[in-house]
């Protein structure tokens, strides 16, 4: 009985953590399309936490993906994935604006694509063997947050795929005035 007590709080205690893990859907903020260019900064401003920091901001599958350069399973960040929405996509971690609606396209694999970055310094690239063979990293430049990796199948007019973990990624929207005012 005693034995079987602890159990129960041990699976509680296991469920109501798994319930405050933070959701794994983006984050939408909306503005108005006049003032798109005020959320792109013109240079970065370097971002730098210990992984104690990064730990405590991030949920676990973020903290995975964004600091140990992990991949969340395809499909699962349905609500970015199928986001038809004009806007920028911004880093998770930073905020820093990444990618532009403009350049997403379908690529059938189950993560964003793009075909460019917004801004090329706004993005760092690495080369990692991690599954035995060269693949181009890519990060955040402003806080070295890991968004995916970039492949030579895209579509023109780069022929880029930067193939990103909807995970490390959130939203803003960029709305018209007018529709702003009917909000
Ligand atoms: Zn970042």
Known sequence: M?????????????VTA???TKPATMKTQVVSSDQWSAHIP?????VEK???????ELSEQEYYVIRKKGTERSFTGLDLLNNKKEGLYTCRACGLPLFGSDTKFKSGTGWPS????????????????NIGYAR?????AQCDGHLGHVFPDGPEPTGLRYCINAVSLDFVEAMPEEKMADK
């Open 2 to 14: 005693k034995y079987s007590m602890s159990l129960l709080i041990v699976i509680a205690v296991l």
């Open 18 to 20: 798994s319930c405050q």
């Open 42 to 46: 013109s240079a970065i401003e370097r």
């Open 50 to 56: 210990s992984e104690e920091e990064w730990k405590k």
């Open 114 to 129: 793009y075909y460019a970055p917004l801004k090329a310094e706004f993005i760092k690239e690495d080369t990692d063997y």
């Open 136 to 140: 181009t990293e890519v990060m955040c």
